[in-house]
Structure formats: C-alpha cells, structure tokens
C-alpha cells in the first residue's frame, strides 16, 4: 500500500478499559481494550495512528507492545492515579448481543482529556465511543481533519442525545448500529433511519449490523452493504465495532480516490481480525496482506 495524497494520520480520540467478557462459559478479566484502542489498532494496518484518552496506573501498557509497535502512538494518553475505566459484560452465542454487567469510568469518569498540538493539518479524526462532552471538545481541538466520524452506543444516545444530534452537523461520517439509529430517530430501518439522520448532518451514514455485515448511505447516492467475513470462530465480538469504524475513517482518509466502496470493503476486513482473538491479539497482528485477502472474499453491492 503506497502513500497518495491522502492524510498521513488517523487522532482517534475514545475509551481506554480493562475489559472483562464472559462468552460460551470463557471468561476473560481485565483485557486492555476500549474504543480508541480498538480504533487506533485497526487503522495502524494502514495508517499511523494517535490515540487521545485518559487511563489509571493500572492499564496494561506493557501488554500492548504489538500495538505500538506497528504506529499507534501513546504519547497523547494522560495517566491519572487511580483506576483504569473497567467494563464487564456477557455476550449471547453469535456474539451480535450483550449484557453491560458492570460498569466503573475510574479516573476517566466526567474528565475531558487534554489534546496535544496536531503535527499538521493533514489528518483524519475519529471521535470513537465516549461521553459526547469529551467527543465535542476533541472535535474543538482539532478545527482542520480532513475527515471526521462520529462513533457512539446505546448508552450515550439514550443519556446525552442532545449532545449527539448537536455534533452531527460537524462530522462527515456517522457510525451506528440499528439499536442506536431508533434511539436517535425512531427507527430501525437502514433506509428510513439513514435519511432521517443525513438530514442532521454527516453526509454519510453507516450502520453497523454485527454479524450480518454494515450499510452506507452517503447523501444523494444508491446505499451500499457488505456481508461480513465468514469466520470459522468467533473469540471475542468486543472490539469489532470500533475496528470496523476506525478502518472505515482510515480508507477514505487515506485513499480518497477509492470511494466508499473500498472504504466499506476494507473495513469489513479489517473488523474480522478483531473477532478472532481475545483484546487485540489478532488485530495487531493482521497485515496488508491479510487484508487484502479477505477484502477478495467480499461483495460489496447496492442494497
């Protein structure tokens, strides 16, 4: 993958956790995960990304020497005394639906952190999965992204919606799954809940469905959708929606030429290998190649 005129890196900005997920009798405890890693991880398979959060003296640092070492840069994270956010939640078979069993926002809770100086203006954003708060002060800090995508859950969009609608008019692209499209409009239909939502803003809108792939809808063009990549196994669903949002943001910034299709069908790519392991032991491994791989095996077409 050679270099063009797209941007050089990828500031995510989101959650930084130890995770603990119960699936098919396994449990996992204190696994580093969260948006922004997930995010960052992903989009290091093509691009150097920065990652923006706030953690304890807890988080795993050293368990992620496979991230930093393939350009995710640590530098931004702010280290406060005290604990590291901590999630836990129970996934059902397919992995497509969970059970939030406990949730602690450690020394992250309420606290926006602080943006370092941008290196250039050539540089996409991803505001991954946080309080909507800390989403519109990284939106503020970083006035010249090239592109920008807003990432959320169900919790934000059922606590803060009004924080969320007002960020839709200062992104381009808007993540969300089916849950969260009817807890911001009303629906759960790609194409009414789409149009719905361009109308706010974005002028593209992907709807991440698990399991049974994504679909994009960019203002005045045919929707598109993607099946996900067959997998023999699924390890761990926790980090898939983050991959795929962070590897979508990652192809239209760096390949604009390539269009949505690309985007699409490097993302659903790129979202596998964040299943297939436990945190991010897989993702960080996945290489150029093995992306190309799987994006052979995918059909991307109108919906």
Not at 11 to 16: D, P
Not at 153 to 175: G, N, Y
Not at 208 to 214: L, P, V
């Amino acid at each position: 993958m050679t270099m063009t005129d797209g941007v050089r890196e990828l500031v995510v900005g989101g959650t930084l956790t130890l995770d603990t997920t119960e699936r098919a009798g396994e449990v996992h405890a204190d696994v580093p995960g969260g948006s922004a890693l997930y995010a960052a991880t992903a989009a290091s398979v093509a691009l150097p990304a920065r990652i923006v959060g706030t953690v304890g003296t807890d988080f795993a640092f050293d368990a992620l020497r496979d991230v930093w070492s393939r350009g995710v840069d640590p530098s931004a994270i702010e280290i406060l005394e005290g604990r590291t956010f901590r999630w836990h939640a129970r996934y059902d078979a397919d992995g497509d639906d969970r059970v939030t069993l406990a949730r602690d926002r450690g020394v992250a809770d309420g606290r926006t952190p602080p943006v370092p100086a941008h290196r250039d203006s050539n540089y996409a954003l991803l505001l991954g999965s946080t309080n909507p708060r800390i989403q519109q002060g990284l939106r503020d800090a970083s006035p010249d992204a090239r592109v920008v995508g807003l990432d959320s859950m169900s919790h934000w969009w059922s606590e803060r919606p009004t924080e969320l609608l007002a960020l839709l008019e200062r992104i381009d692209v808007l993540f969300v799954d089916e849950g969260e499209m009817a807890l911001a409009v009303g629906t759960t239909d790609p194409a009414e809940g789409a149009d719905r939502l361009l109308a706010l803003g974005p002028a593209l809108v992907v709807v991440k469905r698990g399991s049974r792939g994504a679909w994009i809808r960019r203002r005045g063009q045919a929707p598109l959708q993607a099946d996900a990549v067959a997998l023999a196994r699924v390890a761990d669903p926790t980090g898939a929606g983050d991959a795929f949002a962070g590897a979508f943001i990652t192809s239209l910034g760096r390949w604009p030429e390539r269009g949505d299709a690309h985007a699409l069908r490097f993302a659903s790519a790129v979202a596998s290998f964040a299943v297939e392991g436990i945190g991010t032991s897989v993702l960080a491994r996945a290489t150029p190649n093995d992306v190309r791989r799987r994006m052979a095996t995918l059909y991307v077409g109108t919906a």
